[in-house]
């Protein structure tokens, strides 16, 4: 029953992740629109802000629900203990509460720390999860598995790709946050527009390879390519 409820909610985390990633793809569409009123692209801007929370929150929860998966089911591989969920768990929390914290940090003194600690997260998971799933891919029987676990090493590949499309993300996007709000307060001219429209247009491969790397992860979740079960 555990894994079963564990399974419920790893596919809620991503139609959640993907499905909320979709919108925010959408209502950025109308923010460039010069033609709208002001209010018009103000609503779609705090549309926009609000629906991103939910794959940030997925992002996160992804990890653990995983992790407790794989510990659950962990075919032979004795470093799949239960402590080792209950760590991920807390590490997830607290990284979470990171990402709430960086999401409301608006006029927040300590908002430029929350977000050097959140980022260093993500680029240490990017390189653990990237390493060890190219060591389960190209090993013989890997941690003693025996089911040919290469699907799901290529999960977590993917996962660690998604991640990595995020940061991607924030760094075309560097120039978006002060350009919108220039242009919220009236004060709108051809260079904030232009960084606006530049910005996200930049953003845009980085999404699409986030899209991919969710269904091929949840392809492969449900799939299981190659493995002896």
């Given at each position: 029953m555990i894994r079963e409820i564990l399974i419920f909610i790893h596919i809620v985390l991503f139609v959640y992740w993907l499905g909320a990633d979709m919108g925010v793809y959408y209502a950025s569409?109308?923010?460039?629109?010069?033609?709208?009123?002001l209010d018009a692209r103000a609503t779609a801007a705090k549309?926009?802000?609000?629906?991103?929370?939910?794959?940030?929150?997925?992002?996160?929860?992804?990890?653990?629900?995983?992790?407790?998966?794989?510990v659950v089911d962990?075919?032979?591989?004795?470093?799949?203990?239960?402590?080792?969920?209950?760590?991920?768990?807390?590490?997830a929390l607290i990284w979470l509460y990171l990402v709430v914290r960086n999401y409301r940090s608006h006029g927040d003194a300590r908002a430029a720390l929350i977000r050097r600690i959140d980022l260093s997260i993500r680029y240490v998971l990017v390189?653990?999860?990237a390493a060890v799933s190219l060591y389960v891919l190209f090993a013989n029987n890997p941690f003693g598995v025996t089911t040919?676990?290469?699907?799901?090493?290529?999960?977590?590949?993917?996962?660690s790709f998604a991640i990595f499309g995020g940061i991607?993300?924030?760094?075309?996007?560097?120039?978006?946050?002060?350009?919108?709000?220039?242009i919220l307060a009236g004060n709108s001219d051809?260079?904030?527009?232009?960084?606006?429209?530049?910005?996200?247009?930049?953003?845009?491969?980085?999404?699409?390879?986030?899209?991919?790397c969710v269904l091929a992860a949840a392809?492969?979740?449900?799939?299981?390519?190659g493995a002896h079960v």
């Open positions: 569409r109308f923010i460039v629109k010069q033609e709208l009123s549309i926009m802000e609000f629906v991103d929370m939910s794959p940030r929150v997925c992002l996160v929860l992804i990890l653990p629900t995983g992790v407790s998966l794989m962990n075919k032979g591989a004795t470093f799949l203990s239960p402590l080792l969920a209950i760590v991920t768990w807390i590490g390189v653990v999860l040919n676990p290469r699907w799901l090493a290529l999960k977590v590949l993917f996962y991607q993300i924030r760094r075309t996007l560097v120039a978006f946050g002060p350009a919108m709000g220039k051809a260079e904030a527009e232009g960084a606006v429209v530049l910005s996200l247009k930049r953003s845009l491969p980085w999404v699409h390879t986030i899209w991919f392809f492969l979740g449900v799939t299981k390519i």
